[in-house]
């Protein structure tokens, strides 16, 4: 069976730190390229991240370039998201993605003070 499960959300004051994480089962995980979206109460889908599958190269929202990095381990089937100097308008749950396979419960993210 193919899963996507996040981890790693939480409450954390403004500017603080989160790192989330995302375990992937079922699938060749090496073979995909992966995301981060993200969800705030009451709005649509935002696309936050992108890695390639050798975790070479990266993209970002310009809304969060120079707070988060994406990251990837292919030998344990993971992606990361560390999220620095956080704002409260990051407050959303946020979800790892790929193509054709189904969505993981997402993780929920609360940025305040």
């Known amino acids: 069976e193919v899963q996507l499960v996040e981890s790693g959300g939480g409450l954390v004051q403004p500017g603080g730190s989160l790192r989330l994480s995302c375990a992937a089962s079922g699938f060749t995980f090496s073979g995909y390229w992966m995301y981060w979206v993200r969800q705030a109460p009451g709005k649509g889908l935002e696309w936050v991240s992108t890695i390639d599958k050798y975790g070479t190269t990266t993209d970002y929202a310009d809304s969060v370039k120079g707070r988060f990095t994406i990251s990837r381990d292919n030998a344990k089937n993971t992606v990361s998201l560390q999220m620095n100097s956080l704002k409260p308008e990051d407050t959303a749950a946020y979800y790892c993605?790929?193509?054709?396979?189904?969505w993981g419960q997402g993780t929920q993210v609360t940025v305040s003070s």
């Open positions: 993605i790929t193509w054709w396979y189904p």
